[in-house]
């Protein structure tokens, strides 16, 4: 069973930084796909960026230039650094891992952008 634990959420002003990680744990596939979705009051879910064990990367329109997506395949830990953050970002960001037909979920971590 695999279990993904976010953190590094909190509140930041229009402008500032933060960095978010994901661990997983458990019994993992060395060949898997992790990314980071995220999901705003009253808006549906939407996927911010994701990347391959192999370490390719793709990120949603919305946040390309601004966000960087990572992971360290020995730590099973991947990273969203944040940059330049607006109002805009506040969300629950997610976590998620695939593997085949398996997927699994963390329990998220919200981000709130300051005006």
């Known amino acids: 069973q695999v279990q993904l634990v976010e953190s590094g959420g909190g509140v930041v002003q229009a402008g500032g930084s933060l960095r978010l990680s994901c661990a997983a744990s458990g019994n993992i596939l060395s060949i898997n796909v992790m990314g980071w979705h995220r999901q705003a009051p009253g808006k549906q879910r939407e996927l911010v960026a994701v990347?391959?064990?192999?370490?390719?990367?793709n990120y949603s329109d919305s946040v390309k230039g601004r966000f960087t997506i990572s992971r360290t395949n020995a730590k099973n830990t991947m990273y969203l650094q944040m940059n330049s953050l607006k109002p805009e970002d506040t969300a629950v960001y997610y976590c998620r891992m695939s593997w085949g037909y398996f997927e699994v979920w963390g329990q998220g971590t919200l981000v709130t952008v300051s005006s």
């Open positions: 990347i391959t064990s192999g370490g390719d990367t």
